[in-house]
């Protein structure tokens, strides 16, 4: 079982930025991609960013330049910086993590963890 826990969500201004982490932990032997995603108020589930565990990275157009996502692979833990924030970025954020766990690939989600961004 793994377990995702999300942190450094909240209320910012628009311009304003946050800083999300998201720990990893349970019974697994490794962690292999790891990203963000995000779902906006009536919206679907959509891709931010993610990262290899060689630290390979890949975003969404409109968080290019923007966000920035990296990894502790020693911690666990990823992490997702967020600059210049727009209103349209208000969205429930959710880590996603591909973990081994006795050497059967898995995929897990974390709760979840809410960024408002008012104008």
């Known amino acids: 079982q793994v377990q995702l826990v999300e942190s450094g969500g909240g209320l910012v201004q628009a311009g304003g930025s946050l800083r999300l982490s998201c720990a990893a932990s349970?019974?697994?032997?490794?962690?292999?991609?790891m990203g963000w995603y995000r779902q906006p108020p009536g919206k679907q589930r959509e891709m931010v960013a993610t990262?290899?565990?060689?630290?390979?990275?890949n975003y969404a157009d409109s968080m290019k330049g923007r966000f920035t996502i990296s990894r502790d692979n020693a911690k666990n833990t990823v992490y997702l910086q967020m600059n210049s924030l727009r209103p349209e970025d208000t969205a429930v954020y959710y880590c996603?993590?591909?973990?081994?766990?006795?050497?059967?690939?898995?995929?897990?989600w974390g709760q979840g963890t809410l960024v408002t961004v008012s104008s």
């Open positions: 996603n993590a591909w973990t081994v766990v006795v050497g059967i690939t898995t995929n897990a």
């Open positions: 349970g019974r697994f032997s490794s962690i292999n991609a």
């Open positions: 990262i290899t565990r060689a630290g390979n990275t």
